[in-house]
T-cell receptor
């Protein structure tokens, strides 16, 4: 079946620190992979995505590379800011398996302190 | 584009009352999803529609929950009767074409408190 496993939180970092949030997946077909971000009191927003192996998604200084060999899609940012404090969700969609929705990880809460 | 619009943003109701949550998807999107988010259970898919037709409601907790999509621009999630354990944030999301790698657009959610 399809599932996503992401790094347990919470994660607390100082401003300008390097961020990695791990995400691995299981899929029956060839999934598309996503990172969503949820700021306090808001809905989920698409942060970045990759639709095939070796693609790199990037947005707002965040990057993630679709690694088929390790079934991973780790989120990275070189220098975090206080405004990056949020909950981050890894997700996959696998249309070829017949699944018709996004499978979300449990979310990782990031707090960045000045 | 106004995005996915949910109403109300906040709802406080007494146990036993009926609650109706509303969602207007992005114009042209043909898939609509209802999610529930709690601290204990995280993000749960309740039901989704393709072209206004319910496809999978296996995530609906019990018969007290029902969802409709009478047309392409409107959906409701109803809880009758409501219970304190239904307290959560309910999100609606829509997609242009489900499962094609485009991702979903989420609304801002309805925070429901049942007392």
């Amino acid at each position: 079946g399809n599932s996503v496993t992401q790094m347990e939180g919470p994660v607390t970092l100082s401003e300008e620190a390097f961020l990695t949030i791990n995400c691995t997946y299981t899929a029956t077909g060839y999934p598309s992979l996503f990172w969503y971000v949820q700021y306090p009191g808001e809905g989920l927003q698409l942060l970045l995505k990759a639709t095939k192996a070796d693609d790199k998604g990037s947005n707002k200084g965040f990057e993630a590379t679709y690694r088929k060999e390790t079934t991973s899609f780790h989120l990275e940012k070189g220098s975090v800011q206080v405004s990056d404090s949020a909950v981050y969700f890894c997700a996959l969609s696998d249309p070829l398996s017949g699944a018709n929705n996004l499978f979300f990880g449990t979310g990782t809460r990031l707090t960045v302190i000045p | 584009d106004a995005g996915v619009i949910q109403s109300p943003r906040h709802e406080v109701t007494e146990m036993g009352q009926e609650v109706t949550l509303r969602c207007k998807p992005i114009s042209g999107h043909n898939s609509l999803f209802w999610y529930r988010q709690t601290m204990m259970r995280g993000l749960e898919l309740l039901i989704y529609f393709n072209n206004n037709v319910p496809i999978d409601d296996s995530g609906m907790p019990e018969d007290r929950f029902s969802a409709k999509m009478p047309n392409a621009s409107f959906s409701t999630l109803k809880i009758q009767p409501s219970e304190p354990r239904d307290s959560a944030v309910y999100f609606c999301a829509s997609s242009l074409q489900s499962g094609t790698g485009l991702g979903y657009t989420f609304g801002s959610g309805t925070r429901l408190t049942v007392v």
